[in-house]
């Protein structure tokens, strides 16, 4: 009985996903765990193996089609042999047995043998794109030949050392392919760049196609409105440093200023439900929990690992939570659950942040706030009723949100409720 394989289901919140490359072929013998394609969704990369040995008869997807979880995608046949090996020589028929009128049934044509696909591994894959190396073309040094990162460095470093070979011609595609990003903008009237001989291309992985088709989604969806509240962090400074050491003696990692900023945004999404909303149809949802996303640089892309409950977090807990996720999206081992279901997202560009910026807005979240960087700046205190100027860290804060349904005393008040908090500096370490 033929076994039917499936798209997987990865996450709750995963409904649909790609299928990047088939390494299996029809009529193909394949062995029980053996990996036959790779598939990707919005949130994780995954592959697929065989539940079974058996010969593989069909593969009902393409590649680059995206199909929905639970979607036939190759049937095995546990007692099939390969369609590739030599069919049997056909019986002589006798004289005798022949009838003079019947025409000779055509014989079957026996399938060409083809070579088989290179067996990649995705983070390999990743990286030859990003190199502009083909990976069929290496010698895989992994399990059953496998092509590994590491040949894929090799082959960089040898090219690096020989003279570069003159780039070929690029030709522009003449229709987009399926599931690419162009597809995505097909109906739209897009100037685009007519490639060049000397230009570098370098295709769309996956997840960074995923990232400019939902950034696209979110800035067409929600008219974004921007507003910005600069910080003085003259108290918090104080705190952090006075906790500094022993903070991270205790919990094997620095403190950032990023969980007190996580921690203020809680009290202004518990005082401005509205920030804390979704748009569904033509009605306004407040949700009931606040989750907060935290968005992560990795070398795949921007990945938003949900803090999930934050409001029943302490200061404590959300800097544990964000140095936890924040290692898992790094290391790859990231879940996808652990990448839905965020209410309100913060960004922090780190040291080199530069003065504000503002993010698009994480679909279908209706705010994101991005942090700035942290500078001494001269600033005019107010001291026994005379201004004076001191040097104190300063710090902007950028909120974008959507003004379908949240107007400017909304998102001016709940950036104003969050600036104050972290003025004050009033929070348990």
């Not at 399990?143 to 990162?149: E, L, S, Y």
């Not at 200023?257 to 202004?268: D, E, H, K, N, S």
């Not at 149809?281 to 999930?308: N, Q, S």
């Amino acid at each position: 009985m033929a076994i039917s394989v499936t798209m997987p289901q990865m996450g709750e919140s995963v409904v649909e996903g790609t299928l990047e490359r088939w390494l299996v072929r029809e009529g193909e013998r394949v062995e029980k765990d053996q990996i036959l394609c790779e598939i990707t969704t919005d949130k994780v990369d995954a592959e697929v193996v065989a539940p079974e040995s058996g010969v593989v008869t069909k593969l009902a997807v393409a590649q680059g089609q995206t199909v929905a979880v639970g979607a036939e995608l190759a049937t095995i046949e546990p007692s099939g042999a390969a369609s590739a090996a030599a069919p049997p020589a056909p019986a002589q028929p006798t004289r005798s047995s022949v009838a003079p009128a019947a025409a000779p049934a055509a014989a079957p044509r026996p399938v060409a043998p083809t070579a088989p696909l290179p067996r990649v591994s995705p983070v390999a894959r990743r990286a030859a794109e990003d190199r502009g190396i083909d990976p069929s073309s290496l010698t895989g040094s992994g399990v059953g030949g496998r092509v590994m990162k590491a040949d894929v460095d090799a082959q960089a470093e040898t090219r690096t050392a020989a003279p570069a070979a003159p780039a070929p011609a690029a030709r522009p595609a003449t229709a987009p392919a399926p599931g690419t990003l162009g597809e995505f903008l097909a109906g739209m009237r897009v100037p685009t760049h007519k490639i060049a001989p000397e230009d570098k291309v370098i295709p769309f992985t996956a997840i960074r196609r995923r990232i400019a088709e939902h950034m696209v989604v979110s800035k067409v969806v929600s008219p974004h409105v921007g507003t910005v509240a600069e910080v003085d962090l003259a108290k918090l400074a104080k705190l952090r440093d006075r906790h500094k050491k022993s903070f991270e003696a205790a919990h094997g990692f620095g403190l950032s200023y990023l969980p007190f900023v996580v921690a203020a945004t809680v009290r202004g999404l518990r005082d401005y439900p509205r920030v804390n909303s979704a748009v569904v149809g033509d009605a306004i949802v407040e949700r009931a929990g606040i989750h907060v996303g935290v968005a992560v640089e990795t070398d795949r892309g921007l990945l938003v690992p949900v803090l999930r409950d934050t409001d029943r977090l302490s200061l404590v807990g959300i800097a544990q939570a964000i140095d936890h996720v924040a290692k898992r999206a790094r290391e790859k081992t990231i879940t996808a659950d652990e990448l839905a279901g965020g209410t309100f997202t913060v960004s922090n560009p780190g040291r080199e942040g530069n003065l504000y910026g503002f993010a698009v807005i994480n679909q279908p979240q209706v705010g994101i706030l991005r942090m700035g960087e942290v500078k001494k700046r001269p600033v005019v205190i107010e001291s026994g009723g005379e201004d004076t100027i001191a040097i104190h860290p300063m710090m902007y804060l950028a909120l974008s949100y959507d003004h379908r349904i949240i107007d400017g005393v909304t998102g001016n008040s709940f950036l104003f409720r969050v600036a104050r908090a972290l003025e004050a500096a009033e929070f348990e370490l």
